[in-house]
């Protein structure tokens, strides 16, 4: 117990600034506001990896590491879609995982906030559209915001989050 | 090994020694069976239709013996109802990839198990995408269709079904299990929901290209599918790779081992209430993915090798910064060891859970990083070492117990070895190029490329076409011989255990449903 508590002391606090939303300087605790403001309460995120390679997912699990740390600036991933504001799509649609993404979909609460995660969900990726893959998300379910990448970065993400609940 | 199959044997262009042997139904089998009792393994199975070429259709098993990679081939007449031979009895990770051999091609091996596995209603069943009669572009509405889940009678016996869609940022997979109380009296996995069509997709590329789809088989493992992939047309077209390139080559490898071992540790402590593990090597991970941009250009390394070697060398100050790295990396990784080992609450939940005895894990074909962590000392760095594994010496790392534990001290003896290869590699930079040209491929040909990934082996069996264009291609992730494994480890453990156990194995979804 002492040995953890030594090494969090040395570690120290490792959180980067949230990114700048692309076309406003926000300060942290102004986005902090806007979450606040617009929902009264934190972000809720459920996602859906609807036929992913699995890189996005690695990128979207890194917004949890204490660089960018966030659950600090107010953002949580649920395990329920009934509790989500938010749905982060990833992965060209798969077929198979089709209906298991329209039921998610028609689960979340309104306003039903859709971002599409990487040169996949954006536009199909290498993938495309196929007997076995719908391609983009937007083909499948409304999108409000899309991030491109292959991953995108972390910070990208983050970005397109923002973005979307302002 | 087979000496007495001979007759049709050649060798085959590959990273690794490797011979095609043509065979007949009967060998077909007798092959699989000697393979077995020779200590040998099924690296993977795959089919492919030649009616176009010869009126056939084949199908292929790769085994991996003492002396390289066998591949043998068993050709079918390509009248209505091709079958083959099943391997199941020998080997039975073949019975998924028997189903979807016949999902994809229509060849049916004669396992009685035949309920489909990749396909899951999504197109019809009459229609087979690998076929080179199927418009690959056709889309159908899909019709989903009730599995038939073997069920578990008896008193208080009760279903829980999880997924597709998980709580948590993972894959979709679904988990069928029947318990007692919370006791686990048997579990069945359904997966293939991110099914999409990656083999028939390789045939609309050229050759040139198709290292870019490799790498996105399962993003977690880009780097050795892309050199799997390049390895086989490397030796195809007899390209020379420059040395510097396979050693970039390999130190982007090992930093994929070490990025998803690290990611893993940290789950894995979380898995077990202990989030502090989650917050150091998550943290030590994200280091790495940055000194990943800083000196390969990228974090996740989807398009860093290339035909002929890698995109592009390091930076001047690149050294400094892998030393300063694996630095780091060194000392965080061996401190949280020593909490892992000295939290009560992590060793309780860490020990006797999950446990895949090393019989077990014999029987049921377990390969790669599993395997090891039930006894069976298998790594073809070490075992059938291709450049620049060759002059490195890897050190192989097991663990007799077989348990969640086990699966965590493999992932840290691992991590100290790849520090090591790490920084051989960084220390002995041979200077030259980091791409060659290479040639174009003559049509027809099939070539190997097998790359220990982090979970275990990855294959590509690439066979080229005319005009530089992509016949056939199918990838092998070592996820289809381990995710069975999981149904058994967590047999009499509790279901809130099964989250832990499944991070333990972390096997790829998108990378056994392609
Ligand atoms: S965008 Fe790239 S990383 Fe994301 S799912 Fe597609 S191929 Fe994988």
Redesign the interface.
């Known amino acids: 117990m002492i ?2 508590l030594v ?2 002391v040395r ?1 120290g606090i ?1 959180t980067e600034e949230a990114p700048q939303v692309a076309d406003a300087d926000l300060a942290l605790s102004e986005i902090h506001e806007s979450i606040r403001r617009t929902l009264g309460r934190a972000l809720c995120i459920r ?16 917004l ?4 960018y740390n966030l659950e600090g600036i107010g953002i949580k ?1 649920v ?2 879609p009934r509790h989500a504001d938010l749905l982060l799509v990833t ?2 649609v ?7 993404l329209k039921r ?1 979909f028609d689960a979340i609460s309104d306003p039903k906030l859709v971002v599409a995660v990487g040169d996949c969900g954006t536009c199909g ?10 391609g983009a998300v937007a083909d499948v379910i409304p999108v409000n915001h899309s991030v491109k990448g ?2 995108p ?1 972390p910070v990208a993400i983050l970005q397109a989050i923002l973005q979307v609940i302002r | 090994m087979i000496r007495e199959f001979q007759h049709g044997t050649k060798a085959l262009p590959s990273n690794l020694p490797c011979r095609l042997i043509k065979v007949g139904a009967v060998e077909w089998r007798q092959i699989a069976q000697r393979v077995r009792t020779d200590g040998g393994r099924l690296l993977t199975l795959w089919g492919a239709d030649d009616r176009d070429r010869d009126g056939r259709y084949r199908v292929y098993a790769a085994y991996l013996n003492a002396n390289g990679v066998d591949v043998i081939e068993h050709e079918m007449d390509g009248g209505a109802r091709p079958v083959y031979p099943s391997l199941c009895e020998f080997f039975p990770s073949s019975l998924r990839m028997e189903r979807t051999v016949f999902d994809l091609l229509g060849i049916r091996s004669m396992e009685p198990d035949q309920r489909g596995w ?1 396909r ?1 209603g ?2 019809s069943e009459s ?1 087979f ?1 690998l076929r080179r009669d ?1 418009e ?5 509405a ?1 019709v ?1 269709e009730p599995y038939p889940f073997v069920q578990v009678e008896g008193d208080g016996v009760h279903e829980i079904p999880v997924g ?2 998980h ?6 997979g679904h988990f069928r299990f029947s318990v007692v109380g919370e006791k686990v009296l048997r579990l069945e996995e359904r997966l ?7 083999e ?2 390789f045939e609309q590329l050229p050759l040139e290209e198709g290292h ?2 490799a790498a ?5 493992s ?1 780097v050795a599918y892309s050199w799997a992939y390049c390895a086989a047309l490397e030796s195809i077209t007899s390209a020379d790779c420059p040395p510097r390139a396979l050693q970039l080559r390999a130190l982007a490898l090992e930093h994929e081992r070490m990025a998803n071992h690290l ?1 893993d540790l940290g789950a894995l402590g979380n898995d077990a209430g202990f989030a ?1 593990g ?3 090597f ?2 030590m ?2 280091d790495l ?1 940055r000194t990943n941009q800083a000196c390969f250009g990228a ?2 390394l ?1 398009d860093f090798i290339v035909p002929g070697g890698v995109v592009s060398d390091l930076p001047a100050h690149a050294h400094r910064l892998l030393l300063d790295r694996y630095r780091t990396i060194e000392a965080g990784t061996a ?1 949280m060891r ?2 892992y080992d ?1 939290h009560a609450g992590v060793q309780d939940r860490f020990r006797e859970t999950g446990v895949l005895s090393p019989e077990l894990a014999w029987n049921l074909d377990a390969t790669g990083l599993a395997a090891r962590a039930s006894g069976i000392p298998h790594d073809l760095r070490a075992d059938c070492p291709w450049p620049p594994y060759d002059k490195l010496k890897p050190k192989v790392s097991t663990q007799p117990s077989g348990d969640v534990a086990a699966r965590a001290a493999v992932r840290f003896d691992e991590i100290v070895e790849s520090l090591r290869i790490c920084r051989a590699l960084a220390g002995g930079l041979a200077g030259g190029s980091v791409r060659n040209a290479i040639a174009e491929a003559a049509p027809g040909l099939l070539g190997i490329g097998v790359i220990e990934a982090w979970r275990g082996p990855v294959l590509i069996a690439l066979e080229t076409g005319p005009g530089g264009s992509i016949r056939r291609c199918h990838p092998h992730d070592p996820s289809w011989q381990n995710w069975p494994l999981l149904e058994f480890a967590i047999l009499g453990n509790l279901v809130p255990d099964f989250p832990l156990i499944n991070k333990s194995f972390n096997l ?3 990378g056994q ?1 392609v």
């Open positions: 040995k953890t090494q969090i570690t490792l996602h859906v990896d609807a036929g992913s390679c699995n890189g996005c997912e690695l990128e979207i699990q890194a949890n590491n204490p660089y991933f395990a329920s992965g060209p798969s077929v198979n995982m089709e209906e298991a998610t990726g290498i993938f495309g559209k196929s007997y076995a893959s719908r292959c991953p970065a | 990749l899951h999504g197109w229609a995408p199927f690959s572009n056709s889309q159908s899909a989903s597709p869609v709580a948590g940022t993972i894959e979709p293939g929901y991110t099914h999409k069509g990656v028939k997709r870019r789809l996105r088989i399962s993003g977690d880009a990611g502090f989650l917050t150091h998550s943290r991970k994200e993915l974090r996740y989807m401190s020593n909490t000295n790829s979804y998108s449903d």
